[in-house]
């Protein structure tokens, strides 16, 4: 079984800053990618930031120069620290990875979610 926890969300002013962290365990013996995504209200579950294997990382346009993902594979974390957020920044982040795992039949690759923290940016 492989479980992400995330922690870090809350309540912020705007212009103000937040780090979110997530971790995973379970029988992982490669890191794909690992990510974040966000659930505004009433709105899809969006991309907004990811990190590869590599370090390659990829950003929602909105949050380009405002957000700074980062990883570590051998630890199996990811963070995504998050400035000058602005009210839009609101809703629910999930963590999002892309493992490869050891199982009895040799490995698998799986997409794997979060249960989501919620962030709220409001003065």
């Known amino acids: 079984q492989v479980q992400l926890v995330e922690s870090g969300g809350g309540l912020v002013q705007p212009g103000g800053s937040l780090r979110l962290s997530c971790a995973a365990s379970?029988?992982?013996?490669?890191?794909?990618?690992m990510g974040w995504y966000r659930q505004a209200p009433g709105k899809q579950r969006e991309l907004v930031a990811r990190?590869?294997?590599?370090?390659?990382?990829d950003y929602a346009e909105s949050v380009k120069g405002q957000f700074t993902i980062s990883g570590d594979n051998a630890r199996k974390t990811v963070n995504l620290q998050m400035n000058s957020l602005k009210a839009e920044g609101t809703g629910v982040y999930y963590c999002?990875?892309?493992?490869?795992?050891?199982?009895?039949?040799?490995?698998?690759?799986?997409?794997?979610w979060g249960p989501g923290t919620q962030i709220t940016v409001s003065s």
């Open positions: 379970g029988s992982i013996f490669r890191v794909d990618m």
């Open positions: 990190i590869t294997q590599d370090g390659t990382t």
């Open positions: 999002n990875a892309w493992f490869m795992l050891k199982t009895r039949r040799g490995s698998e690759r799986g997409e794997y």
